[in-house]
């Protein structure tokens, strides 16, 4: 190890900075600075079908200004009972949102009473060339208590050579006084750049709030 001595902090390096020069770790590399998340678009929901951002429509960008795109979504809730909230992507400004996805699901629970913890895999939320909504978590029905938060990542949606990969991570009070949390990922299996997306429950209208971001690349 002694031939390394003094150049270590310069072989490990983030978009050709290396380490030692790094004053902040930036919110891409997972190290949670804010600097590099840019509020793009707050939508909120009363009763409403659908939340949808489309690319050059009120003020919203989902093009190549970002290479990643996340989306908060924030106490939303769904006025029919046992349904699902789930996204949706289009490739042609949101004239269509069918385009084939493929994921995998697990979750985990914990009773206010202290009930056993489960963790397992989710069939019910996985997609197999799916093209309808992508779950992001089952619940989140009428009772207040039982909303969701959580987060959805994009990346890379204006690309025409690679699929587009997410991420999801969401948590609700689901049935039975329990913390559930639930954790997705997938890709939208098209080259095609994405440029819109929405939110919405499988069936009956949806509240809440959800929040876009783009998050740079420096």
Same mark, same amino acid.
């Given at each position: 190890?002694? @031939? ?10 983030? &978009? ?5 020069? !790094? $004053? $902040?770790?930036?919110?891409?590399? *997972?190290?949670?600075? $804010? ?12 009763? #409403? ?8 429509? #009120? ?6 200004? =970002?290479?990643?795109? /996340? ?5 939303? #809730? ?7 909230? @789930? ?9 269509? =949102? ?16 202290? #009930?056993?913890?489960?963790?397992? =895999?989710?069939?019910?939320?996985? !997609?197999? %060339?799916?093209?309808?909504? %992508?779950?992001?978590?089952?619940? *989140? &029905? ?7 938060? @959580? ?9 025409? $050579? ?9 948590? &609700? ?6 913390? %559930?949390?639930? =954790? ?31 998050? /740079?690349?420096?």
């Amino acid at each position: 190890m002694a @031939g390394f001595t003094g150049r270590t902090s310069s072989l490990i390096k983030y &978009n050709d900075r290396s380490l030692k020069d !790094l $004053t $902040t770790t930036p919110a891409a590399a *997972g190290g949670g600075d $804010t600097g590099a998340l840019v509020h793009i678009k707050t939508l909120t929901a009363d009763n #409403s079908a659908n939340l949808s951002f489309v690319n050059g429509t #009120s003020d919203v960008v989902f093009d190549n200004t =970002y290479p990643i795109y /996340k989306f908060e979504f924030i106490d939303t #809730s769904i006025r029919s009972d046992t349904e699902k909230l @789930g996204f949706n992507v289009s490739i042609d400004t949101g004239s269509n =949102y069918n385009v084939a996805k493929t994921s995998s699901a697990f979750r985990a629970h914990h009773g206010e009473g202290d #009930s056993p913890a489960a963790l397992a =895999y989710y069939g019910d939320d996985d !997609l197999a %060339q799916g093209t309808g909504l %992508q779950p992001i978590q089952n619940g *989140g &029905n009428s009772d207040a208590d039982s909303c969701i938060s @959580g987060e959805l990542t994009i990346f890379n949606p204006s690309s025409t $050579t690679f699929v587009k990969h997410f991420l999801i991570k969401s948590s &609700n009070n689901n049935s039975g006084d329990r913390a %559930q949390v639930e =954790y997705m990922g997938g890709y939208c299996n098209t080259t095609s750049a994405v440029d819109a997306i929405i939110f919405q429950a499988n069936t009956g209208n949806i509240d809440g709030t959800i929040k876009m971001y783009g998050i /740079k690349d420096s």
